[in-house]
């Protein structure tokens, strides 16, 4: 028997050109209360995501504070606790992550969508999140108890918006629908619904301790509105009753917008609306942590800015509007009768005169590049108000001119890195400088230092080729102009038109003169010899053409054999040319691409061509004589590159899927997947010795593959691929249906995932155990105790069905009882009745029981099974909840107390700031002022 060929796996090394990624949002620190002995302050942190990668920065230091990763897909969303304690995340595969700031690791993580989460939002306290998708569903999680609570499915649109109410028990949801819903977290039903927007609710703000909300739309338009709560009695709050004079203007100039009832315990009226500079539908929207700015963006480079006017300033403008319209009326009738009353015998004012009032329009600015995120950054009272912008995977800071009521720009918060697609990419043979190019600028990395030494501006780049010698590198861009670089000097040396369109392709010819191959759009192949000049004279680098070669179409692709014998040109007809290097007479011809040839590469010992296509395929060849080997679907999209590992058979190939796949041209199989990129990867790059990959995506992102001596096998590559595989197919089913369950709004947040399946088998297992041990106590016969009790100490095996429960996560366990069956259900209801009754580990052994009768509801009610068990449990079960309720409220007082002991004796405060204490005490106590206009 033969031995088995052995592969070594390639592991992920490092990501370049990290800065903010353009689908994901910029989160801040907006409160600041440090723990005790933690030094660092947070208030100038910002997190921004680069692919999965998050990255939390320091923005007055300008470096990077703290890095997480802990889930293969893109980051959608983030979102800081208002303590700084906690970081959550959303990701494109529809899951979430929660981080701990202190300790630096993950809290827990868990899929809950069936798609990418849209956003995410804390409440006040940081005991729930909330996260919106496009699935239309809204999941509410139990971040103390790390697992889902339920799930809201009352839009019919992907979810845009998601945020909690500061000082009532609210959820607000906005979707593509066109509606705004509020969810009573209560009872976690839809209390109230916003109607009248003509298109989607992009975004919204609440101001005013949730008595004012803005949203914006897909049109031109902020609408604002006032809310009232009202309490079950159906009595209006006090402190949010329209009592001012202008609210009373807005109640008699508008009519209530919304559907809701007499009932509903959120109202509101439209009080105006604001048109904006932007025509484009609205893209980002933040308020200052004063209160003070509102900005937004649409789908462009302009920011707009909105002053809120304090109600003295609203007071002082409507007085001299009074003034002013006195004076008028004076000179037109010639009389000096002035009202005592303005409110009364002046016209009253509309909605939108009065917003004008509230509201003072700031000049739109433009900033340099398209604007996908923004956020008001913290900063002391003598600071102006500072915006952070993310302008295509670079962040630049705004401020806002009191004085003048202008926005300037500040400073760039940014590292030098690429702010468009990276099309090519080249490494040194020792693999220590990597250099990329895009539309704008090459770059030239430093890999040890993880940074950037030197930017050159070149052309559009869509091919290029590093010269033997590691110095000079060519490029050949999308106008047809061909540039050489000195990467050690960072400068270019020649510029020259070498074709009428487009070189797409580009090889060296390793002979005497150092030959350079080029392929253009113009359906030319050009032979270029490069002259590297002499430094005893001026003459400088020269690149002349010495031949060219007519082809029957444009030039996809050029490549010249290793031995220098075989030229391969790949036509726009489908097919690939092969010809004699020195002669080039014509050999043979490789067709069967239904679509042209995009890529293709040779062997080291001119063996085999590879050829990647857009009909998604990639065929092995003979070169010798043209025969095709072996014709492979290699990719769900187009195929953008393909490369051979130096002395070896194996070779790389790159799609627009996202997907990296390492082949094996001998044994014509796929060795492995490499998953990183979230977008097209453009090119990809390998070190001499093939120990090192370099690729690079239109996701910005310039990624590192390192190989390792690490064997990988391929049986179980192929398990994980189909664990990978069942786990994307179980997300996408339908959540599960409950008996009985009927209400359409709301429904169960967990589901049957891979490691929650896993669970409910090592539960399977344990209650097998517990049945083994009654079937022989009931037969009187005595055996010895199961292995795995003996291994965990002797114990019995009710106390083993225990231990299984307490090490499955708290966000894996409904998904584990939601997969036992109905008699597997039953008997392990019996077991946690038992446990409960004996105050054992009441905590967990509640939220199993009530879940799994919860799920089981309407069997067992038809069976008429457990009926003593429930009877006990409801007799006596409340008992043992009771007793750990007290115990914890007794805890709690007396912590309480030593806090108040020790506030007393060191007269300071322990556990919150208490100058924000009495701010926001005086901001409740404070009634608002009354809009008087004395003459």
């Not at 619904?193 to 031109?220: C, M, P, W, Y």
């Not at 597997?824 to 038992?834: F, S, T």
Request: glycine letters at 6%; proline letters at 3%.
């Amino acid at each position: 028997m033969g031995l088995t060929k052995q592969y070594l796996r390639y592991v992920p090394d490092g990501v370049l050109n990290y800065l903010a990624a353009q689908r994901c949002n910029i989160a801040t620190i907006q409160e600041q209360t440090n723990s005790k002995g933690d030094r660092r302050s947070r208030s100038h942190w910002i997190a921004f995501a680069c692919g999965e990668i998050i990255h939390v920065w320091d923005i007055r230091r300008n470096e990077k504070v703290l890095q997480f990763t802990s889930v293969a897909e893109e980051v959608t969303c983030l979102a800081f606790m208002n303590n700084e304690k906690l970081l959550a995340a959303g990701y494109a595969d529809g899951s979430i992550a929660v981080y701990n700031l202190f300790t630096e690791q993950l809290v827990f993580s868990q899929k809950g969508h069936k798609s990418s989460v849209n956003c995410i939002a804390f409440n006040s306290d940081g005991s729930l999140l909330a996260s919106g998708s496009n699935d239309t569903e809204t999941i509410l999680w139990d971040v103390v108890g790390q697992t889902s609570l339920c799930r809201l499915k009352g839009h019919k649109s992907p979810i845009t918006d998601c945020r909690f109410m500061l000082h009532h028990p609210y959820l607000l949801t906005s979707s593509k629908d066109s509606l705004l819903k509020v969810w009573d977290l209560q009872t976690y039903r839809c209390c109230s619904t916003l109607v009248g927007h003509k298109s989607e609710i992009n975004k919204f703000i609440l101001l005013n301790e949730d008595q004012r909300l803005v949203t914006g739309s897909a049109d031109s338009e902020i609408r604002v509105y006032d809310l009232t709560f009202v309490d079950p009695k159906g009595e209006i709050d006090a402190s949010t009753a329209t009592t001012t004079p202008e609210e009373n203007v807005i109640a008699s100039a508008l009519e209530n917008e919304s559907t809701d009832t007499n009932s509903s315990p959120v109202r509101w009226k439209m009080a105006g609306s604001i048109i904006r500079h932007g025509k484009d539908r609205i893209v980002g929207m933040a308020v200052d942590p004063t209160g003070g700015y509102l900005s937004f963006h649409g789908n462009d480079a302009w920011l707009e800015c909105i002053k809120m006017n304090t109600d003295e300033k609203v007071k002082e403008l409507l007085g001299r509007r009074v003034r002013k319209k006195r004076k008028k009326m004076k000179k037109e009738l010639l009389t000096e009768d002035a009202a005592e009353d303005p409110l009364e015998e002046d016209e009253p004012l509309t909605a939108s005169e009065l917003l004008e009032f509230q509201f003072t329009k700031l000049p739109p600015h433009k900033c340099g590049g398209k604007i996908f995120s923004l956020v008001f950054l913290k900063k002391a009272a003598s600071e102006p108000p500072t915006l952070l912008l993310n302008l295509g995977n670079s962040l630049r800071s705004v401020s806002i001119d009191v004085g003048d009521n202008l926005l300037k720009e500040a400073s760039s918060v940014a590292l030098p890195a690429h702010r468009f697609d990276i099309r090519t990419s080249a490494i040194t043979s020792d693999g220590n400088t990597i250099i990329t190019s895009c539309s704008e600028h090459l770059r030239i990395w430093n890999r040890e230092a993880m940074q950037c030494v030197h930017t050159i501006p070149c052309d559009y780049a869509v091919s290029s080729a590093l010269i033997p010698g590691d110095r000079f590198l060519v490029l050949g861009s999308k106008n047809g102009k061909l540039e050489l670089f000195d990467i050690i000097e960072g400068v270019m040396h020649v510029s020259i038109q070498a074709h009428a369109g487009p070189v797409w392709g580009l090889c060296l010819y390793n002979d005497a003169r150092k030959s350079i191959i080029t392929g253009g759009e113009d359906k030319e192949v050009k032979f270029w010899d490069l002259d590297f000049g002499s430094p005893d004279s001026d003459r400088g680098m020269t690149l002349t053409c010495r031949k060219t070669v007519k082809m029957d179409d444009s030039v996809a692709s050029v490549r010249l054999s290793p031995d220098q014998k075989l030229l391969a040109v790949a036509l726009l007809d489908n097919t690939v040319k092969v010809m004699m290097a020195d002669s080039l007479k014509f050999r043979h011809s490789l067709y069967g691409h239904a679509l042209p040839v995009t890529c293709m590469d040779i062997s080291w010992d001119s063996r085999f061509i590879v050829t990647g296509s857009a009909d998604k395929n990639v065929k092995i060849w003979q070169l010798e004589f043209g025969d095709v080997a072996k014709s492979l679907f290699a990719h769900d999209d187009s195929v953008t590159s393909v490369l051979f590992i130096p002395r070896t058979h194996m070779f790389f190939s790159a799609g627009r899927d996202g997907k990296i796949k390492q082949w094996d041209a001998d044994k014509h199989e796929r060795i492995t997947t490499f998953s990183g990129h979230h977008s097209e990867v453009w090119s990809l790059a390998l070190t001499a010795d093939g120990r090192t990959l370099v690729s690079t995506s239109h996701d910005r992102s310039i990624r590192l593959w390192q190989k390792t001596d690490e064997i990988l096998v391929l049986d179980e590559e192929r398990e994980t691929e189909r664990e990978q595989e069942f786990e994307k197919q179980a997300n996408q089913t339908e959540e599960p249906v409950i008996a009985g369950e009927v209400n359409k709004e709301i429904g169960p947040a967990g589901r049957q995932t891979f490691k929650a399946m896993q669970a409910a088998e090592k539960v399977v297992e344990a209650l097998n155990i517990l049945r083994e041990e009654k079937s022989q106590a009931e037969a009187g016969v005595k055996e010895p105790p199961h292995a795995l009790l003996v291994a965990y100490g002797n114990i019995t095996s009710v106390r083993y069905v225990l231990e299984t429960l307490k090490r499955i996560k708290p966000s894996e366990l409904q998904g584990a009882l939601l997969s036992l069956s109905l008699n597997d259900a039953v008997e392990l209801i019996q077991v946690l009745k038992d446990l409960l009754l004996s105050g054992t580990q009441t905590e967990l052994v509640t939220k199993a029981l009530t879940y799994l009768l919860r799920v089981n509801a309407l069997q067992i009610e038809s069976n008429k099974m457990l009926l003593l068990e429930l009877d006990e449990l409801r007799s006596h079960g409340t008992d043992h909840l009771d007793r750990l309720r007290n115990l914890v409220s007794f805890n709690r007082a007396g912590l309480e107390h030593l806090q108040l002991q020790l506030e007393e004796r060191d007269d300071v405060k322990l556990f919150s700031d208490a100058t924000q204490q009495f701010t926001e005490r005086k901001k409740k106590l404070k009634k608002r002022a009354v809009l008087s206009m004395a003459s």
